[in-house]
């Protein structure tokens, strides 16, 4: 059975969050995780969740690499947003994701 006692509270923010997608094509023998990891650290600390959308190879994809599509979601813990802000934390993840793994944006 389960019990209770490690559940925890979160207060509701409250700033809203910004989601932006991200499609990139890499080599298909790149792990996901890694890609994700990536992500993780170049984003900044304003990234509060990442999901993976879509994994696609074939057409239109160069052969030997997939395309992977992320939803990236944004939120500051005493402001809002700006539009400028959430380009810049997109601009230094597809710019490591670039040098890292030779990424193209989709």
Do not use: C, W
């Amino acid at each position: 059975t389960e019990t209770l006692d490690n559940l925890r509270a979160a207060p509701v923010p409250r700033h809203p969050s910004v989601s932006r997608d991200l499609s990139i094509e890499i080599d298909n023998t790149l792990p996901a995780a890694e890609v994700r990891g990536t992500i993780l650290t170049a984003a900044g600390s304003t990234l509060v969740g990442v999901a993976e959308m879509d994994r696609y190879e074939g057409q239109g994809i160069t052969p030997g690499a997939i395309s992977l599509s992320y939803r990236l979601t944004f939120r500051a813990a005493d402001r809002t947003l700006t539009d400028t802000e959430v380009q810049a934390s997109i601009d230094a993840v597809l710019g490591s994701l670039i040098e890292a793994y030779g990424a193209k944006q989709r």
